[in-house]
């Protein structure tokens, strides 16, 4: 059962283009929503996060946005850089005394120059 | 300041063994979590502890074990390994078990053959 889904395998974008990366989820207890940045041979980097109380968050060329509704939140950056090429993950997890972290299986993003 | 150390870096192993994996947090942080991560799929929650207290446990089967010890480092033990439990075993630290505050090692690299 994947209660985090993010149906995009890849994504390829020009360099000063927006990137948009789409995650949707099933579970509607998740109380906090995050991504994810990997390359290749590391681990995962913490980007940016939003709580469930909240429609939208930013940070520099990331923002988040959360639509409860639909069960559905994106990752917008701009503008793109060929240093964002990476895999990246959403994740999602509820408060209180559950801490299991649910991660989605990734999307490829390549920035071309 | 190091980062979160996880070893050994590679390792195989043949069915039924059994293995031993080790992370080291960043100094300070009293929260160890793991995960595994097969090819092509997010990371899977197995395990958080916090002050050397297991504080969630993912859908792993008890083959999977872990502990932390009073210096904050981990292990994670696997018991009669099978083909399927090749994957990414990455570690992660943070200093309360925060997930937006985490920080994660290179993993460790596990093949059963």
């Known amino acids: 059962d994947q209660q985090v889904k993010q149906n995009s395998p890849s994504l390829s974008v020009q360099e000063g283009r927006i990137s948009i990366l789409n995650c949707d989820y099933t579970?509607?207890?998740?109380?906090?929503f995050l991504w994810y940045k990997k390359y290749p041979a590391e681990g995962p980097t913490f980007l940016i996060s939003?709580?469930?109380?909240?429609d939208k968050n930013e940070d520099g060329r990331f923002t988040v946005f959360l639509n409860k509704s639909a069960k559905h939140l994106s990752l917008h950056i701009v503008p793109s850089q060929p240093g964002d090429s990476a895999v990246y993950f959403c994740?999602?997890?509820?408060?209180?005394?559950?801490?299991?972290?649910?991660f989605g299986k990734g999307t490829l993003l390549t920035v071309n120059p | 300041d190091a980062g979160v150390t996880q070893s050994p870096t590679h390792l195989i192993k043949t069915r039924g063994q059994h293995v031993t994996l080790r992370c080291s947090p960043i100094s300070g942080h009293k929260s160890v979590s793991w995960y595994q991560q097969v090819l092509g799929q997010g990371p899977q929650f197995i395990f958080q502890y916090y002050e050397k207290e297991e504080r969630g446990r993912g859908n792993f089967p008890d083959r999977f074990s872990a502990r932390q010890f009073p210096n904050y480092s981990s292990e994670l033990n696997v018991n009669a390994l099978l083909l399927g439990d090749s994957a990414l075993y990455l570690c992660?630290?943070?200093?309360?078990?925060?997930?937006?505050?985490?920080?994660f090692g290179p993993g460790t690299r596990l093949t059963v053959l």
């Open positions: 579970n509607s207890m998740f109380d906090y």
């Open positions: 992660a630290s943070s200093f309360a078990g925060s997930y937006n505050e985490q920080f």
């Open positions: 939003i709580s469930s109380i909240k």
């Open positions: 994740a999602a997890y509820r408060g209180g005394s559950n801490y299991k972290l649910t």
